[in-house]
């Protein structure tokens, strides 16, 4: 879902009060890139069966777990210059590409009901939305605007809603927290993205194949 003008607010202060933590961030990003750190106050552990503070309900069909996780206090407290950010070309600063990530497991389903519970291991609200992959086209490769998200036409739904299903607050899911949606899929090719303003070229992408 795209953010415009007073959600930047609410990203800089959600960011800012995410960095709050200080040295328990940077051991939230070690436990995201393969440790046994822990993270921010409510944070989710890697491989968690739910996140602290959100009680996941059973949700039907192919159940896909969706990881949304970040850098952290690398990046920086706000939309500013920071270790991990670069100016965009009209002057707005977005995480650089390889600082953000989105994965799935599993990543081939078959047709039919496939739900998706997404965690944001992070510490930076995001998003998971289904998106049609055209034929020969790899994800990471739509064409991004200068407010630094993708055109959202054909989406299918999204995990969006801190602690709950669907669509929710413009910003995201809140770190530490979880979101989930239920998805009719034909056979195809999906992209799995995180559409906050610069995310998808931060490296928020990933395919899921639904097969017959």
């Known amino acids: 879902m795209k953010a415009t003008g007073g959600h930047w607010m609410w990203l800089a202060a959600g960011a800012a009060a995410a960095l709050v933590v200080g040295t328990a961030s940077?051991?939230?990003?070690?436990?995201?890139?393969?440790?046994?750190?822990?993270?921010?106050?409510?944070?989710?552990?890697?491989?968690?069966?739910?996140?602290?503070g959100c009680q996941v309900p059973p949700l039907p069909g192919a159940v896909v777990k969706v990881d949304l996780t970040d850098m952290g206090a690398m990046m920086g407290a706000r939309h500013g210059p920071g270790p991990m950010t670069g100016p965009s070309q009209d002057g707005r600063?977005?995480?650089?590409?390889?600082?953000?990530?989105?994965?799935?497991?599993?990543?081939?389903?078959?047709?039919?009901?496939?739900s998706l519970r997404a965690y944001n291991t992070g510490a930076w609200p995001h998003e998971v939305m289904v998106m049609p992959l055209p034929p020969g086209q790899q994800?990471?490769?739509?064409?991004?605007g200068t407010d630094g998200a993708v055109a959202e036409r054909g989406s299918l739904g999204e995990a969006s809603r801190t602690c709950?299903?669907?669509?929710?607050?413009?910003?995201?899911?809140?770190?530490?927290?979880a979101g989930w949606t239920?998805?009719?899929l034909v056979p195809g090719r999906y992209e799995l993205i995180c559409n906050l303003p610069g995310h998808y070229a931060a490296g928020m992408h990933t395919e899921l194949d639904v097969t017959g």
């Not at 994800?139 to 991004?144: D, E, L, Y």
């Not at 669907?166 to 899911?173: L, Q, R, T, V």
């Open 182 to 184: 239920t998805l009719h």
């Open 139 to 144: 994800p990471g490769r739509r064409p991004i």
């Open 26 to 52: 940077m051991a939230a990003l070690a436990g995201t890139m393969g440790g046994q750190g822990g993270g921010p106050p409510g944070s989710v552990r890697p491989g968690a069966a739910s996140g602290q």
């Open 164 to 177: 709950g299903a669907g669509a929710g607050h413009p910003m995201g899911i809140a770190p530490g927290r």
């Open 93 to 114: 600063f977005w995480p650089m590409p390889g600082m953000m990530r989105l994965s799935a497991t599993p990543s081939h389903v078959r047709q039919g009901t496939v």
